[in-house]
């Protein structure tokens, strides 16, 4: 398996940028769209919390993930407790496999933040259909594919506040 | 491994047990009781600015949709706006009379007039994301006066009614809800019957009803108000089709909602009437199957 070329030197990430991250990711989270984009939606507050399980895990981790499951819980009124508890198991798994996908390239973390993110999207699918009976159709697993698609942009995007700056007095 | 040095508290493992049986904790709460009706409606308050920041692009759009409008357009709209009125203005000339005869008529029966409810416009903020219920937020709460089971109507008829108020905005449960039931009246004969919401898809289902009901496609269903939530005579479904089937012990009826909840911004909240009789206790009848919320 291909690992990552190499690995760069970062600046360490400012706890404010990612509490910014989490923030506008569950803005658009409430944005409202169309009822054909909604379905292809990817869960950001997910695939951030997801990202930052990955990259920094002593800032972001099982609380974090539980406490914006909560959030997102209030916000889309859905019962209390199945995003959070979906979102904390997610986090788990992402600290356990950490090391793991930080390590793989770009087009293979894709089949690995998909697959942790249907295993998150099945959780709350399972907790809906037995604690309210009700089963919405694979369409709905839509959303884990376009977020394995974002993935790579998403990265690049996170890393970019933490690329050191070219030092000006360098030959 | 483990060393004070660098000791993160309790591991992964432990921490992942404890969240997740909090949140089967607030699961079963959420489901069985509603003692977290305050931390819910104190978070809801909390991330309202939120959702008004994620309408912006929204009204945005629409404000820009209205600045570009073409005259011809505005000028075919107002014409028909105009027709409208006076038809509708003729229809409540004579809906007046007939009111007016009708409480005359109640007069002198002794019955106590019917209250005119108060009501409340509201404008939907977002249909919620969640495909599991159909539920709709609106701009309006406690703050205006909102309560808890009132009826929310559209101009065409029922569209669902008030789960939980916040602060600043609502909840409403739609009809189309899953197990969500409606007292109905077949308006041509005025049989009695509940109406079930489907929750897949955009239909209603018309339980209970013998084989032999007489019930056929095209009749409209009203709400008969026996809930004591919903006033009588709102429109709420017409009949799509009636399969009697005798394999089953009762017809299949589809009902479709009168109400558009996907192509109108403004719904109007009724203020919940009072609250009817208790039910006498010579003869225990089981309430009104509520279903599994």
């Given at each position: 398996?291909?690992?990552?070329?190499?690995?760069?030197?970062?600046?360490?990430?400012?706890?404010?940028?990612?509490?910014?991250?989490?923030?506008?990711?569950?803005?658009?989270?409430?944005?409202?769209?169309?009822?054909?984009?909604?379905?292809?939606?990817?869960?950001?507050?997910?695939?951030?919390?997801?990202?930052?399980?990955?990259?920094?895990?002593?800032?972001?981790?099982?609380?974090?993930?539980?406490?914006?499951?909560?959030?997102?819980?209030?916000?889309?009124?859905?019962?209390?407790?199945?995003?959070?508890?979906?979102?904390?198991?997610?986090?788990?798994?992402?600290?356990?496999?950490?090391?793991?996908?930080?390590?793989?390239?770009?087009?293979?973390?894709?089949?690995?933040?998909?697959?942790?993110?249907?295993?998150?999207?099945?959780?709350?699918?399972?907790?809906?259909?037995?604690?309210?009976?009700?089963?919405?159709?694979?369409?709905?697993?839509?959303?884990?594919?376009?977020?394995?698609?974002?993935?790579?942009?998403?990265?690049?995007?996170?890393?970019?506040?933490?690329?050191?700056?070219?030092?000006?007095?360098?030959? | 491994?483990?060393?004070?040095?660098?000791?993160?508290?309790?591991?992964?493992?432990?921490?992942?047990?404890?969240?997740?049986?909090?949140?089967?904790?607030?699961?079963?709460?959420?489901?069985?009781?509603?003692?977290?009706?305050?931390?819910?409606?104190?978070?809801?308050?909390?991330?309202?600015?939120?959702?008004?920041?994620?309408?912006?692009?929204?009204?945005?759009?629409?404000?820009?949709?209205?600045?570009?409008?073409?005259?011809?357009?505005?000028?075919?709209?107002?014409?028909?706006?105009?027709?409208?009125?006076?038809?509708?203005?003729?229809?409540?000339?004579?809906?007046?009379?007939?009111?007016?005869?009708?409480?005359?008529?109640?007069?002198?029966?002794?019955?106590?007039?019917?209250?005119?409810?108060?009501?409340?416009?509201?404008?939907?903020?977002?249909?919620?994301?969640?495909?599991?219920?159909?539920?709709?937020?609106?701009?309006?709460?406690?703050?205006?006066?909102?309560?808890?089971?009132?009826?929310?109507?559209?101009?065409?008829?029922?569209?669902?009614?008030?789960?939980?108020?916040?602060?600043?905005?609502?909840?409403?449960?739609?009809?189309?809800?899953?197990?969500?039931?409606?007292?109905?009246?077949?308006?041509?004969?005025?049989?009695?019957?509940?109406?079930?919401?489907?929750?897949?898809?955009?239909?209603?289902?018309?339980?209970?009803?013998?084989?032999?009901?007489?019930?056929?496609?095209?009749?409209?269903?009203?709400?008969?108000?026996?809930?004591?939530?919903?006033?009588?005579?709102?429109?709420v479904a017409t009949v799509l089709a009636v399969d009697r089937n005798p394999?089953?012990?009762?017809?299949?009826?589809?009902?479709?909602?009168?109400?558009?909840?996907?192509?109108?911004?403004?719904?109007?909240?009724?203020?919940?009437?009072?609250?009817?009789?208790?039910?006498?206790?010579?003869?225990?009848?089981?309430?009104?199957?509520?279903?599994?919320?």
């Amino acid at each position: 398996m291909e690992i990552a070329p190499k690995e760069e030197i970062l600046l360490p990430v400012r706890p404010g940028f990612i509490a910014l991250s989490l923030f506008s990711a569950f803005l658009l989270d409430l944005l409202p769209l169309g009822s054909f984009i909604e379905w292809i939606r990817p869960d950001f507050v997910a695939m951030l919390l997801l990202y930052w399980c990955i990259h920094q895990p002593l800032r972001v981790g099982i609380g974090t993930a539980w406490a914006f499951g909560i959030l997102v819980d209030v916000a889309d009124g859905t019962l209390f407790g199945e995003h959070a508890l979906a979102y904390s198991l997610m986090a788990f798994i992402a600290l356990v496999l950490r090391r793991r996908v930080s390590m793989l390239s770009l087009d293979h973390q894709f089949t690995h933040v998909t697959l942790i993110l249907l295993i998150m999207q099945a959780v709350v699918v399972l907790t809906g259909f037995v604690a309210k009976d009700i089963f919405v159709g694979w369409a709905y697993f839509l959303g884990s594919l376009t977020a394995g698609l974002l993935w790579p942009g998403l990265t690049y995007l996170l890393k970019l506040p933490q690329r050191p700056k070219p030092d000006p007095d360098r030959i | 491994m483990e060393h004070e040095l660098f000791s993160r508290g309790p591991s992964p493992a432990v921490r992942l047990t404890f969240f997740i049986l909090l949140s089967l904790l607030l699961l079963v709460s959420d489901v069985h009781y509603s003692y977290l009706k305050t931390l819910r409606a104190g978070i809801a308050t909390a991330i309202y600015p939120l959702q008004r920041i994620a309408m912006l692009p929204v009204e945005l759009l629409g404000a820009i949709g209205d600045y570009t409008r073409t005259q011809s357009s505005l000028i075919k709209e107002n014409a028909f706006l105009q027709k409208q009125n006076l038809e509708d203005r003729a229809a409540l000339l004579r809906y007046r009379a007939i009111q007016q005869e009708n409480d005359h008529l109640r007069q002198l029966f002794g019955a106590r007039a019917r209250v005119n409810t108060p009501s409340v416009m509201a404008e939907i903020l977002y249909d919620e994301r969640d495909p599991f219920s159909r539920k709709i937020i609106v701009d309006k709460g406690l703050q205006a006066h909102v309560a808890e089971g009132s009826a929310v109507i559209d101009n065409a008829g029922v569209i669902g009614q008030v789960l939980q108020a916040y602060p600043f905005s609502s909840e409403i449960s739609l009809i189309t809800d899953k197990d969500h039931p409606t007292p109905v009246q077949v308006l041509r004969n005025g049989l009695r019957a509940i109406v079930f919401g489907f929750g897949s898809s955009n239909l209603l289902d018309l339980k209970y009803m013998s084989l032999n009901t007489d019930i056929r496609p095209g009749d409209l269903l009203v709400t008969s108000g026996l809930d004591g939530t919903f006033p009588a005579g709102l429109p709420v479904a017409t009949v799509l089709a009636v399969d009697r089937n005798p394999v089953y012990a009762f017809s299949r009826i589809t009902c479709k909602p009168v109400a558009g909840v996907n192509r109108y911004r403004q719904v109007l909240i009724l203020a919940p009437g009072s609250p009817p009789p208790p039910i006498p206790v010579a003869n225990p009848e089981p309430p009104p199957a509520r279903g599994k919320k």
